[in-house]
Nanobody
Framework: QVQLVESGGGLVQPGGSLRLSCAAS????????MGWYRQAPGKQRELVAM???????NIANSVKGRFTISRDNAKNTVYLQMTDLKPEDTAVYYC???????????WGQGTQVTVSS
């Protein structure tokens, strides 16, 4: 079992910045890649960014150039640095970590990001 705990969400004005963090604990040897999804009200959950332990990244086109994903393997933590935030970025952001060699994936509890004037 793996637990994922997000932090860093909040209310910001358009053009502002936030940094999200996700710390993994438990059976951390069973995971490798970590990343972020988001879900706005009435919409499907969508991939934002993923990063492998070796540093390979996958960034959604909608946030490319504004968001940066990084990780600290020693801390089992992944970060999402969000800049130039737009109202359409408003969503619950979920940390994600697929379990190795299975179709199982772990999810955090979610953290709310609201971009509004």
């Amino acid at each position: 079992q793996v637990q994922l705990v997000e932090s860093g969400g909040g209310l910001v004005q358009p053009g502002g910045s936030l940094r999200l963090s996700c710390a993994a604990s438990g059976n951390i040897l069973s995971i490798n890649a970590m990343g972020w999804y988001r879900q706005a009200p009435g919409k499907q959950r969508e991939l934002v960014a993923m990063i492998a332990s070796g540093g390979t990244t996958n960034i959604a086109n909608s946030v490319k150039g504004r968001f940066t994903i990084s990780r600290d393997n020693a801390k089992n933590t992944v970060y999402l640095q969000m800049t130039d935030l737009k109202p359409e970025d408003t969503a619950v952001y979920y940390c994600n970590a697929p379990k190795l060699y299975t179709r199982t994936t772990y999810w955090g509890q979610g953290t709310q990001v609201t971009v509004s004037s």
